[in-house]
Nanobody
Framework: QVQLVESGGGLVQAGGSLRLSCVAS???????MGWFRQAPGKEREFVAGISRNNGNTGYADSVKGRFTISRDNAKNTAYLQMNSLKSEDTAVYYC???????????????????WGQGTQVTVSS
């Protein structure tokens, strides 16, 4: 079992920045991590992912160049640095864990085994 707890969400003006954190517990932090988001009335979508050895990252086209995913394995924590935020980034952001041992980042939600409760990000224009 893996427990994931997100934090760092909030209200920010367009053009601003936020950093989300996801602390994992319950299992050695050697698995691929992903960030997803879900806006009202929309499906959950992939934002970014990082492999368990930090070697591979992946981003949705909509956030490339603005968001950066990273991890600190010593702290069992994954991060999502979000810069140049836009109103369309408003959503609930979820972190997720893929514990199957894959070294590649998957963009499909069904590839992830555990999920956090989500943190709200609201960008005002």
């Amino acid at each position: 079992q893996v427990q994931l707890v997100e934090s760092g969400g909030g209200l920010v003006q367009a053009g601003g920045s936020l950093r989300l954190s996801c602390v994992a517990s319950g299992r050695t932090f050697g698995y691929t991590m992903g960030w997803f988001r879900q806006a009202p009335g929309k499906e959950r979508e992939f934002v970014a992912g990082i492999s368990r050895n930090n070697g591979n990252t992946g981003y949705a086209d909509s956030v490339k160049g603005r968001f950066t995913i990273s991890r600190d394995n010593a702290k069992n924590t994954a991060y999502l640095q979000m810069n140049s935020l836009k109103s369309e980034d408003t959503a609930v952001y979820y972190c997720a864990a893929d514990v199957t041992g894959r070294m590649v980042v998957r963009a499909q939600a069904q590839q992830y085994d555990y999920w956090g409760q989500g943190t709200q990000v609201t960008v005002s224009s």
